[in-house]
């Protein structure tokens, strides 16, 4: 299984109800083609109403800790109960611009 | 290593404002870093940085103490607040600019 299915089945199988959107930015950083190595997911669930920020992203790390001590070097995280999503305009914001290092 | 973990705490207590980060916050290296200090200095306070490149124990150690684990990671009076997707929602609803406006008053008590 790819590393983009497979953040997607983890955050799936722990938030059945949730959209999930997954977007593999590998390419617009220093590293190969075809690299799956900077990712930003987006995830609107009922689940995150009464969370504060840092239990959510702490929620969602713990399920994928495994591919950021490997693999994946960055994953941008945009949390939201569904009412912030609507605020939103179910827009998430975009990743900076990579500064060219490989790290 | 339990002497990197007490640094790591003493830095943390020490500094109402304290952000980890690859680079500087004059030369950031990574695009995540750049955006959270760009807010940051928008806030108008004196803030505290560690270059966690040049501090390899303490980008070792600190993801597992935070359980937070990438950087950069802002930390404001002994607690996370998070990483550059949390500071940059905060800096646009305001949050960040009353909570860092908070810590530097409470600093200078």
Not at chain 1, 36 to 41: D, I, K, V
Request: charged fraction near 20%; hydrophobic fraction near 40%.
């Amino acid at each position: 299984m790819t590393i983009e299915a497979t953040l997607r089945s983890r955050v799936s199988d722990a938030f059945p109800q949730a959209l999930v959107l997954l977007e593999n930015e590998s390419h617009k950083h220093n590293v190969p083609d075809g690299s799956e190595t900077h990712f930003a997911l987006t995830v609107v669930v009922d689940a995150f109403d009464s969370m504060p920020r840092v239990k959510r992203h702490q929620a969602v790390y713990g399920l994928v800790s495994d591919l950021l001590d490997g693999p994946v070097h960055a994953l941008a995280l945009h949390l939201y109960s569904p009412e912030q999503w609507r605020q939103r305009s179910q827009q998430s914001p975009s990743s900076p611009e990579c500064l060219g290092g490989s790290r | 290593m339990s002497d990197v973990i007490e640094t790591l705490k003493e830095q943390i207590e020490n500094n109402a404002i304290l952000l980890y980060m690859k680079g500087s916050p004059n030369q950031p290296q990574c695009g995540f870093s750049a955006r959270t200090v760009q807010a940051l200095m928008a806030c108008g306070e004196r803030f505290a940085y560690v270059d966690v490149l040049s501090n390899p124990d303490v980008r070792a150690n600190l993801p597992a103490y935070a359980n937070w684990p990438t950087f950069p990671q802002l930390w404001v009076q002994g607690e996370l607040i998070g990483g550059c997707d949390i500071v940059t929602e905060m800096y646009e609803t305001g949050e960040l600019q009353t909570l860092i406006k908070e810590a530097a008053v409470a600093q200078n008590d």
